[in-house]
């Protein structure tokens, strides 16, 4: 792949050397500028064919940073040299703290040729990041070849894939091609489906772009959970609004929606109220799934984030008990009101006899310990009868239904509402 780079310069002549130097096979303005070039870069003869990269280029701060956020949606970019003094415009730390505001992980190179600042004040005033470098001026031809292939080399083919699928993300988010699938959730004492989890999807005509294990993953790295996150919840809460004339459990929600512990900061709980102010659900219709990744226990500021989540009336469930980081300290240090046993206990049903074990002694404890016991994973009928025996209240899993579309969730849930109420009767 052809590393993209941004120069960003009040000084044209400059701007015309890193044309020279990058772009070697066009020719860029000569002549008029090339004594200037000799001063900066010494001879750019030095080139060599490998050296190109797709450049931009712009002369003041805030044309740079415009360019930038435009580009970016099409492609990354693997370096941008910002100047330190560009007036009368931004200068380069602002253009800096603007790009890093849009995207967090670009790597800057500042180039200074006076000392403004110190290095340390640099730090001081921009962070500790590894993507950030300063250079000199004046700097030679090498220098910025050098930088530009250890930036693009040191990261590995898989954060190079990462990037792009985190820049092809943030377009998704902003173009509206996220959409959701729900799963119901299947209360096994009667049957009936109670409610569903909203899962994110990223597909163009029903083909996956990626799954979500995937961009979840990319969303958390990137900076993007939070607008991801964001749209899924206001889907959540839309189709608990559809689905309210049909709540009759009121002890467990309608929809719940998976939360990483990377998206709970004090604005999730102002996001959650505000949604159930507009769309008029009561807060307990919607649930909470917060994924078991690290240890949530000793996590004193995720822990009061769940609180004031809970204390606001959203049901909290913790999700993929039993596997990756599951921490027992959980359980009664983190007020969670149901707890989803992962999907690879049941899925060693009948056959794995402790599996089998750790199922039917987690459900007697969550029983006594007052939570609803979710189990995930149900994929056959002999499953379902040893987990209803075992004392779990809710169930999920392909026996039931994969993840469906809205609509058909929709007819289910009221189509099973109505079995149930003629069995009532
Ligand atoms: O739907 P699927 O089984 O492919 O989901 C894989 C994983 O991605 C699951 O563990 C699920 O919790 C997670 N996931 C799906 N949608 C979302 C979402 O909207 N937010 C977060 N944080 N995780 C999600
Ligand atoms: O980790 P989380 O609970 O969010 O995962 C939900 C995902 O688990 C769903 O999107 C779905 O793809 C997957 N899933 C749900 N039920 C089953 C099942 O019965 N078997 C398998 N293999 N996967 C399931
Ligand atoms: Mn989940």
């Not at 009667?190 to 083909?207: D, Q, S, Y």
Request: charged share 20%.
């Amino acid at each position: 792949m052809i590393p993209r780079v941004l120069a960003i310069d009040d000084n044209s002549g400059i701007l015309n050397d890193f044309r020279k130097i990058l772009m070697p096979s066009c020719n860029a303005d000569s002549g008029d500028l090339e004594d200037i070039e000799g001063a900066l870069f010494g001879s750019v003869t030095a080139a060599q064919p490998s050296s190109h990269c797709d450049l931009f280029t712009a002369t003041q701060g805030e044309q740079g940073f415009e360019l930038f956020n435009k580009e970016r949606l099409i492609q990354a970019f693997d370096v941008v040299f910002v100047d330190m003094r560009m007036p009368p415009g931004w200068d380069g730390l602002r253009t800096i703290r603007e790009i890093w505001n849009v995207e967090p992980n670009q790597f800057i190179v500042l180039c200074s040729a006076y000392s403004d600042y110190s290095f340390a004040e640099l730090r001081a005033v921009l962070g500790n990041t590894p993507n950030f470098l300063i250079l000199n001026k004046p700097f030679a031809v090498d220098e910025v070849l050098q930088i530009i292939t250890s930036v693009v080399e040191r990261e590995s083919d898989q954060t190079r894939s990462d990037k792009h699928m985190a820049a092809d993300l943030r377009v998704a988010i902003e173009d509206g091609q996220l959409s959701t699938m729900f799963q119901p959730l299947i209360d096994l004492a009667t049957g009936a489906t109670v409610g569903f989890e909203t899962l994110c999807r990223w597909e163009i005509c029903n083909k996956p772009i990626a799954y979500p294990d995937q961009f979840i993953d990319v969303a958390e790295r990137y900076g993007l959970i939070r607008e991801l996150g964001a749209f899924v919840i206001s889907e959540a809460a839309a189709m608990a609004k559809e689905l309210l004339p049909g709540w009759q459990n009121k002890n467990f929600p309608l929809v719940t929606v998976n939360v990483s512990p990377k998206q709970l900061d004090s604005s999730i709980v102002d996001l959650l109220n505000s949604l159930t102010a507009k769309t008029g659900i009561p807060v307990g219709a919607l649930g909470i799934e917060i994924t078991e990744s690290g240890d949530i226990a000793s996590d004193s500021m995720c822990v009061g984030i769940i609180r004031d989540i809970q204390a606001a009336g959203f049901h909290i469930l913790l999700d993929d008990f039993g596997t990756g980081h599951s921490c027992l300290a959980n359980l009664y240090k983190v007020p969670f009101d149901t707890v989803k046993l992962d999907r690879e206990f049941c899925m060693g049903l009948p056959q794995c006899e402790s599996a089998a074990l750790l199922l039917q002694a987690f459900g007697k404890l969550l029983t006594q310990l007052g939570k609803t016991a979710l189990v995930e994973g149900v994929e056959t009928s002999e499953q379902e009868s040893m987990v209803r025996s075992y004392g779990y209240n809710i169930a999920q899993g392909f026996y039931y239904s994969r993840p469906i579309r809205r609509q058909i969730a929709i007819e289910r849930f009221f189509d099973d509402k109505n079995r149930s109420d003629s069995r009532a009767a």
